[in-house]
């Protein structure tokens, strides 16, 4: 079962919600969300907003559950307790008001970024608070955290955004298995953003981020003391003594290993905000990740699958039924690769499925983008953007596979093959077996979506060059 549809299972099921009726609320076919609801079909990233948004106008609550089960990594070791999207769980020992405001009037990534590393450091220490955490250490995980989005992903965090310009001012040297996702706890990646020269980094990091942050914490405290919070120099000097001082009668969520602003280098989570923190985990992940995605995605509107590039990927989803589909075009004809014009047959130990728009870019498997190619024509183009010369063939050889998959499997599963068709390519069923109509779609949708993609940094233009191998 994918994570969307335990989330939407979850969320309908919990608040006794209809399919039918989120199905009238987004405006689509019933068979859809039934297909969603079993696992039959993933929604796609843009989709799962609109999921949020219609079960927020049925059940406010159904949507923070329907949140919260999608994006909390830890949801099999928390309960999920439905909230409303904009709040937290209540709690006697510490402030909930204030941490709901931590991300108020944000401009920049740091906030998001500073929060959802603190809450993986602590996952990893078990939420034990002896040890301070370092300036160090935080910076080392912010910069991991903002690496998949930004640097593999190619998301803009926002043309002034620090975070994201201290990391491409990097030179990392990512090894395999952080591309390939089996780096899931950021290990490797901590490891290699570790070994750089970071001084610079942790000095711009110290003198603003961590003595703001808390800001809402404090608020009274602040004004008590006659400490602005326009003017950011005396605010930051003024922090670590104010949030010492009231360490224990206001609980911020930390203070710092110093009361003098230059011998900071740590701070030192509360212990009752680490009670707090560890026992609603997976709620507070999942409204961390709300939150983040919403910055992510206005900044990046045009975007495919941002959701689906905000953390380290669990893994790449199977290609198993996309390959099966191919699979009944090939029994009937042999294909000709668009790339190489190599013959391609069925069961074929050279057989591979190409991402014509590359998946570090789309982040999802739908069918009207992938299409056979030889394994080693696959390697070669790895995530660049092919030339303009091979779309013709492309578009030649989806209307092949959506023709002879029409002739040649049962109605009922040939509408539902062709519903990323539908969907993403704004297609009626009829249409699909029309030429002209197919092209045009196609030149609407990968048009634009290639012009996106370059401008965020993704090479266009690739040709396959054959190489013998002289072995």
């Given at each position: 079962m994918s994570k969307a549809s335990h989330a939407l299972q979850q969320a309908l099921e919990l608040y006794g919600i209809s399919q039918n009726r989120l199905a009238r609320e987004l405006g689509v076919d019933l068979p859809i969300v039934f297909r969603w609801f079993h696992g039959q079909v993933d929604p796609t990233a843009e989709t799962i907003t609109n999921i949020a948004d219609a079960l927020r106008q049925i059940e406010p609550e159904a949507a923070q559950t329907f949140i919260n089960a999608f994006f909390a990594r830890s949801v099999t070791e928390n309960?999920?307790?439905?909230?409303?999207?904009r709040s937290l769980p209540l709690s006697h020992q510490v402030n909930v008001a204030a941490l709901s405001r931590l991300f108020a009037e944000t401009t920049n990534s740091y906030k998001f970024l500073f929060f959802m590393s603190l809450l993986d450091i602590l996952r990893r220490r078990n939420f034990e608070t002896q040890d301070p955490i370092r300036f160090e250490d935080l910076i080392i995980e912010m910069l991991a955290n903002a690496w998949y989005p930004h640097a593999y992903f190619r998301l803009s965090l926002g043309t002034q955004d620090k975070i994201a310009q201290k990391l491409d001012a990097l030179d990392l040297e990512i090894s395999e298995p952080i591309l390939k996702f089996t780096d899931t706890d950021k290990t490797l990646l901590r490891e290699a953003i570790a070994a750089q020269d970071l001084r610079d980094i942790i000095r711009h990091f110290r003198r603003y981020v961590p003595f703001r942050l808390i800001i809402p914490f404090l608020d009274e405290e602040l004004k008590l003391k006659g400490v602005s919070r326009s003017r950011g120099n005396e605010l930051d000097v003024a922090m670590p003594a104010i949030a010492n001082q009231y360490f224990e009668s206001r609980k911020p969520l930390y203070?710092?290993?110093?009361?003098?602003?230059?011998?900071?280098?740590?701070?030192?989570?509360?212990?009752?905000?680490?009670?707090?923190?560890?026992?609603?985990?997976?709620?507070?992940?999942?409204?961390?990740?709300?939150?983040?995605?919403?910055?992510?995605?206005?900044?990046?509107?045009?975007?495919?699958?941002?959701?689906?590039?905000?953390?380290?990927?669990?893994k790449r989803e199977s290609l198993e039924k996309q390959t099966q589909y191919w699979n009944e075009v090939l029994k009937v004809k042999p294909i000709e690769c668009i790339y190489s014009g190599q013959t391609l047959t069925l069961g074929s130990?050279?057989?591979?499925?190409?991402?014509?728009?590359?998946?570090?870019?789309?982040?999802h498997n739908q069918l009207w983008n992938l299409i056979p190619v030889s394994q080693s024509v696959n390697s070669s183009k790895s995530n660049n953007l092919p030339a303009q010369q091979y779309f013709s063939k492309f578009v030649d050889l989806q209307y092949q596979g959506i023709c002879i998959t029409h002739d040649t499997v049962k109605e009922g599963r040939w509408k539902n093959l062709m519903e990323s068709h539908i969907n993403d390519?704004?297609?009626?069923?009829?249409?699909?077996?029309?030429?002209?109509?197919?092209?045009?779609?196609?030149?609407?949708?990968?048009?634009?979506?290639?012009?996106?993609?370059?401008?965020?940094?993704?090479?266009?233009?690739?040709?396959?060059?054959?190489?013998?191998?002289?072995?």
């Open positions: 309960a999920v307790t439905p909230q409303s999207p203070c710092f290993d110093s009361e003098s602003y230059k011998d900071c280098q740590a701070i030192i989570v509360h212990p009752d905000w680490a009670d707090y923190l560890e026992l609603h985990l997976a709620i507070i992940t999942g409204w961390v990740s709300w939150h983040w995605l919403n910055y992510v995605q206005r900044r990046n509107p045009n975007t495919p699958g941002v959701v689906n590039k905000l953390f380290v990927p669990q130990d050279d057989l591979s499925l190409d991402h014509y728009l590359p998946w570090s870019f789309v982040a390519l704004k297609l009626d069923i009829d249409s699909l077996l029309i030429r002209e109509r197919v092209q045009k779609a196609y030149e609407l949708t990968v048009s634009s979506q290639i012009a996106l993609a370059v401008s965020q940094g993704f090479w266009g233009d690739w040709i396959y060059y054959y190489k013998p191998d002289f072995r």
